[in-house]
C-alpha cells in the first residue's frame, strides 16, 4: 500500500510541471508521517491535487516549510534575505489542493494513523 501512495504522488507532481525531489513515508520523530518534499522552478505559483487514498486516517493539521527566492539569487552578508524560509500549515485530507509558491521548494509534513 504505501508503494502505491508514493507512485501516485509522483505522477501528480509531474503532471503539473513541478518535482517530486523525495516522498517519504514512515516514522519520522516518533510519528508516522508523510513527507512530501517539492521544486516549483516555475515563475508562477502551482496548485495540485493531492491524494492520499489508502494512506489511513490523515491528520488534517498539515505543516509546511517552504524556501523561496528567484532563481538566479543567493543570501550573502550584504543581502541574507533574498532566500527566505517560512513555515505554515494547511488542512490535509485524503485528498486536498496545495498551492506550491513559484521558485520554491517546499516540505508538506502530513500526520497519519493505519
Request: hydrophobic share 35%; proline share 3%; with cysteine.
Amino acid at each position: 500500500m504505501t508503494r502505491h501512495i508514493v507512485l501516485f504522488l509522483t505522477l501528480l507532481c509531474l503532471a503539473a510541471n513541478l518535482h517530486a525531489e523525495e516522498i517519504l513515508i514512515g516514522t519520522g520523530s516518533g510519528k508516522k508521517e508523510i513527507l512530501l518534499k517539492v521544486v516549483n522552478k516555475k515563475g508562477t505559483a502551482e496548485t495540485v491535487n493531492i491524494s492520499l487514498k489508502g494512506a489511513g486516517n490523515i491528520n488534517p493539521d498539515g505543516h509546511s516549510t517552504t524556501m523561496t527566492g528567484a532563481l538566479d539569487t543567493e543570501n550573502s552578508l550584504s543581502d541574507p534575505t533574498n532566500i527566505v524560509t517560512s513555515t505554515g500549515s494547511f488542512k490535509a485530507g485524503s485528498s486536498f489542493n496545495y498551492t506550491f509558491p513559484s521558485n520554491s521548494v517546499s516540505v508538506l509534513r502530513i500526520g497519519y494513523k493505519e
